[in-house]
Structures are given as C-alpha cells and as structure tokens.
C-alpha cells in the first residue's frame, strides 16, 4: 500500500504545514473548553475548518494531551460511494501537511482476517474527507505519537454497523480512543437547524439506538424545507451506540453546538449543523439501587443452589418484565466466604453479558472452580455468604500516585501474565500502596514482588454489596 495522500488539503484545509499550524492553533484559541475526562469517544464536525473547526477543537480539548492510545479508530459514512460493508485502509500511512499518521497494520489486519464484511474499498476511500479532516487536530494536540483504524461506512444498513460494533467491541476500553465523524442537520434555515439538531443530540446523549433511529426517521419524512438529513454519519453514531448502551458505563456530554450560519462566510438560509459530544467513562455508582442489590443478591443464591443441588448452570431468560439491571453489562466479581473467610472469589471485566449471565457464571465459578480451595458442598449452602463487586471500565495509568486505596481495584498485566486485587483488599488488609502492588504481582501475576515497575497498570473502582 501507498500512503493515503490528502483529498481535501487545500479546499477543506490549508495545504501547507504552517498555514495549517496557525489556523489550527487559533480555532483551539476560541473553542469551548471544558474539564478533561476520561473520554471513550468524540463525536466531532468534518465540514471546513472555517465553518466547523472551532466546533471540532472544542471536541479534542476534551482530551489530555499526554493521553496515549494503541489505536485511535476513526469511523465515518462514506460520502463518495455506496457499498456494502465496511472500507479500512489495511497498511501505511494517512498523509497530511502536518505529517504521517500511521496506520496500526496489526489491528487492521485482525479487522479484516475475522471480519469479511471489514476489506478496503480504493474509490470509496481515495476522495473521502470525513476521517482525513480529522488527522491535523489530532496531529497537533496529542503530543505522543498515535497509530489510526480508518473505518468508512458505505451504507445506512443496521445489519452493518451492528456486525462493526461486534467486531469493534474488543477494542472498547481505555487503551483507545474512537472519533465519530459527522455532521448534522444539512440544508435547512438556521431557526430549523438549531431545532432539529437538539433534538437529534437528545436522541444521542440519551445513550439509545432505537431512539435515534427514531430521530432519524422522523427528520427523513419531515416537510421541512430543504431538510436533506438530520445526521450524515448517523450509520458511524449508530455503530457507537451499539458499543455504549448495553457495554461499560458511560454518560454523554454535549460540548457546543454551532452551525454554519454562525460563521461571516454562513448563509443562515441553508446551513449545516455541528455538535462536539463527548461520550465519557463513568465511574459513578452506576445507578445500582438498593433493590437492584437485593435482587441480584437473590439471584447469586438461587444460581449456587440450583447447581449445587440440581447441577443447572443456566442463566434463567429473562421476560420483559424483568428490571433493568438484570439485563445491563457490566464486569463483576463474586467472593464467597464462610465464617467470615474467603471460600472462593471469581470474575471476569469483559462487560460484554448480561449481568443476568454473569452472576450466574461467576457465582458458581467461584464456588466450585477456585483452585484455592475445595469446592463448596451441599452441606454448606447455609453457611456461605455472597459478596458481589460490579466493576467500572478499567483505565490505565501511568503512575502509582493515581491509585487510592480502598477506592481502586488494580489490575496488572505484563505479557501473558495478569492479575487483580479489588478495591476492598486494600481495606481489608491495610496494606501500603507497595504492598498492594507488590502481592498483587508477585502473588497473583506471578511476575515477582517488584514486576508491577514494568508492567501495564490499570485501576478500576468496585460496587461493593453482600448478603448480611
């Protein structure tokens, strides 16, 4: 593969380096800041830079730049060319006046191996601008170097970037960043942009597909003059929504809203609409209520009774008239103790089953498949008591000093090795902030007492509740 040369240098953007610096600069100079977080993905403008770059600074501001990711995975709608599946661009480099961007070959490939609705489309991809618009802003605020997934949507198809959000899933942590390319409302007033554009943002902040597509529908059958579409990229937002609303807890930010009317070269009689969101990891107590404890609780009892006694490991299905937590997605553990000891403790960060599955799974599990320990008998079943921690996404850090005791979990991995304590070992303990990193990799990870200095930490934070 040859590098990607610039579509749009010169037209969207200034062609040259310095021209492209000094543009770049001032529009992060207006943008509208906001406090950093810790930022799964933007949803960020791809028209000009003189119509919609402040809006799109304003989205990257949102992030620390000494942030680094393995991956930052570019996602948009093909403007150029209708097709079926998924465009990448497998190998090389994207070029632009501010440098090389590389593309992560290793990711790309895994895409396309696993995936065959994932293959490059040349003519899709050669006059494209929704991903290359993206490269400078990156380029000049991150300071560490990044490597790319360029992804192009080539139709509105559901069944399409339902299959990408699946494929993408693995890669839906804070090891990277994803960029969602798109305008808004295109053509309208500028009293009709504004409306249809908030309605559509609510629709997206709202963390749900289905309304969304509503949203959509709604602006493809509307009378409004000159409304031509609510949401260009909607298949690429759509793709994002299938990764948060049943994944890892995340809320939805509206950064700004602007449109080109707001612009001296705008006409405010046929405008285009631009939001920056930022769609955040949350470590909130994620909403879990004292009934939904209660009723989670109840759940891990009568799963380790129906094996123990029934040998059934079957999470039960669940009707429409089941409450909500039981159908979310989270990573959860499960500790069994007996008089007051640890009998068994087990569980899995891969949010991607319902807790309904994974209660189910991990409560046996623990109960039976601790190596620790003998499995729990019969005549134990009233002795036990079950403690669940539901867990938020983990997130990488790069020093010790963002670890708090007794608020994160840690989780270390050095190649092949990994291993975790919860947030409430260091409670239980009262060990030193070392001690904790230290028994966790030589007593879990296996990598010796001093193998955390050289390995990838991550913290997480822990909804903690037991039967009494």
Known sequence: MKNRIPAVAGTFYPATATLLKTQISNLF?????????????????????????????????KLNRQARYKNIFIIGRSHRKYFNGVSIYPKGYYATPSGEVKINDETTSSLIEKH???????????????????????????????????????SDDPAVYEKLAEALKPWFNSDNLFVISTDFSHYPTYETAVKTDAETADAIVANDYKKLTDCCNRNRQSNQSNLLTGLCGAAAVQTLLHLTQ????????KIVYKNSGDVPEGDKKRVVGYWAIAANRTSKDLGITADDKHELLKLARESITRYLIHNKNKAESLGPES?????????????????????????????????NQTITEMVVAAATRDSRFEPVTTNEIDQIKIEISI????????????????????????????????????SETKWTKEEFLGHCARDKAGIGWDGWKTAELFTYEAIVFSEK
């Not at 943008?31 to 304003?58: Q, R």
């Not at 959860?332 to 008089?339: A, L, N, P, R, S």
Request: glycine letters at 8%; proline letters at 5%.
């Open 29 to 61: 100079e207006k943008a509208t800041k906001t406090p950093e977080t810790d930022v799964a993905a933007l949803i960020v403008p791809h028209a000009g830079y003189v119509f919609s770059g402040e809006v799109a600074a304003s989205a990257y501001a």
């Open 116 to 154: 065959k609705f994932i293959y490059y489309d040349e003519e899709a991809d050669r006059a494209e601008h929704s991903l290359e618009v993206q490269l400078p802003f990156l380029q000049y605020w991150l300071h560490n170097d990044f490597q790319i997934v360029p992804l192009i949507i080539g």
């Open 246 to 253: 049943n994944g890892a807890a995340i809320s939805f930010e």
């Open 323 to 355: 409450s909500a937590i039981m159908k979310s997605h989270y990573g959860v553990f499960v500790t069994i103790k007996k008089e007051g000891k640890l009998r068994g403790c087990i569980g899995r960060f891969d949010p991607s089953a319902t807790l």
């Open 391 to 426: 867990l938020t996404p983990l997130k990488k850090i790069d020093s010790i000093d963002q670890i708090q005791l007794g608020k994160h979990g840690i989780y270390i991995k050095k190649g092949l090795n990994s291993g975790t304590f919860l947030p409430q070992v260091a």
